[in-house]
């Protein structure tokens, strides 16, 4: 049984007091350390319990620039459970352990500099694999934690034909020569997120992850993971939103009161009101079936419903609070870097592509 939310929400609580919550470096450590990251996984398993997440989430999005709570996601939704499972013995489990106890950063590099996002099978990135050594050449773009890793986990074409079996996962050390790393830029303050390159990479065989030729399925099983994590983080920041907008509107003085008193305003919020409702009861339903992933389709689902809820009451707490939306770390500037929904794991094209390849089966029996 997992242990109730209160001792995880109290575990948490000690964990984030007095951590410097804008660096994800020492924000992950003090989640290792205090437990939370061993704990977010019940009964010795890979994956987090989807009550422990979303607590885990809300927290962070109440404290941290949503470029750290990035750093944090990545790793707990997808880079730890995709470990854990291929943990034996060597350098993956030596990772993993790292890892839980937060002395170890490890990003995803799946994305590729050869090939869209969004169109994994053209990947250029490739591993040699040898008996007694690996080579990978490539590169890999917008990968969060690659300022900050110690390691990266890099999915590579180790087969040429356009199959998903052509691919294996390598835990590359960042500090391995031919290994360089360059920085994106400002936006996402917190996320380490930038570009890497690989010139030669000279790795041992102990650096492979789980078998050859798995890779990718094990991914697009796992991303669902992530998709549930960003449906419910993306719930978080509305509610941190409609609150906060609440308030301003409830202050704010209009000729006759305030502008909670106008009816024109008070739609436009319950309008939002009604939109993360409905991302609610979407997530409700999960947040009490076991962990891992979901479904391909409801992780289609979820990921396109927490874009469009948060661009939807992102959009409407910038106008309703007018110029004051712009102040520093206003909804204006949460609304640029929240559109990363729409695009980080799955843009919303893409999910919609693939939602209308199911259309049948989800006018059959829903996600
Ligand atoms: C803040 C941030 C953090 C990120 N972190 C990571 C990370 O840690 N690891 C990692 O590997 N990647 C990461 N990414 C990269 C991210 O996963 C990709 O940006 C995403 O997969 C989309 O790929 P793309 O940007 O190449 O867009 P493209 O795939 O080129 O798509 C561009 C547009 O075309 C549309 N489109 C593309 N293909 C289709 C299709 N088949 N059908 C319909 N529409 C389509 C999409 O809707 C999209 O809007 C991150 C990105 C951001 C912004």
Not at 136 to 152: F, P, Q, R, S, V
Not at 187 to 209: C, K, Q
Not at 227 to 247: D, F, P, Q, V
Not at 262 to 281: F, G, M, S, T
């Amino acid at each position: 049984m997992p242990e109730p939310t209160a001792d995880f929400t109290a575990a948490l609580g000690t964990a984030l007091a007095g951590v410097d919550t804008a660096d994800a470096r020492a924000l992950w450590r003090a989640l290792g350390v205090g437990g939370v990251v061993a704990a977010l996984c019940p009964d010795g398993g890979n994956q987090p319990d989807p009550r422990r997440l979303a607590t885990l989430l809300t927290e962070l999005d109440a404290r941290c620039p949503l470029g750290v709570t990035l750093s944090v996601c990545v790793q707990v939704a997808t880079v730890l459970p995709l470990l854990s499972e291929a943990a034996t013995a060597g350098p993956v489990a030596e990772t993993v352990a790292g890892m839980v106890r937060g002395e170890t950063v490890v990003a995803l590099a799946v994305t590729d500099a050869g090939a869209s996002g969004s169109d994994l099978l053209d990947a250029t990135t490739r591993a040699k694999l040898g008996d007694d050594a690996v080579t990978l050449d490539g590169g890999k773009e917008w990968i969060t934690n690659a300022t900050t890793c110690h390691a990266a986990l890099v999915l590579a074409r180790h087969r040429e034909p356009r199959h998903f079996t052509s691919f294996c996962w390598l835990l590359v050390p960042i500090s391995t020569p031919g290994v360089t790393v360059e920085p994106t830029g400002r936006a996402f303050a917190g996320s380490g997120v930038g570009h890497l390159r690989f010139d030669g990479v000279a790795l041992e065989p102990n650096a492979l992850v789980g078998r050859p030729g798995r890779a990718l399925a094990g991914f697009a099983r796992q991303v669902g993971v992530e998709r549930l994590a960003s449906a419910l983080w993306s719930r978080a920041i509305c509610r941190r939103l409609l609150t906060g907008l609440g308030e301003w509107l409830r202050a704010r003085p209009a000729a006759d009161g305030t502008l909670w008193d106008h009816p024109a305003v008070r739609e436009q919020y319950a309008r939002c009101l009604v939109a993360l409702c409905q991302l609610d009861a979407l997530c409700a339903p999960l947040l009490d079936g076991p962990p891992g992933p979901p479904s391909t389709v409801t992780g289609m689902v979820l990921k396109v419903a927490a874009a469009e809820t948060v661009e939807t009451i992102a959009a409407e707490a910038v106008h309703l609070r007018g110029a004051d939306a712009f102040r520093d770390g206003g909804e204006a500037a949460l609304r640029t870097e929240a559109a990363m929904f729409g695009i980080a794991g799955g843009a919303t094209g893409t999910m919609l592509a693939g939602l209308a390849d199911h259309a049948d089966d989800l006018l059959r029996s829903g996600p």
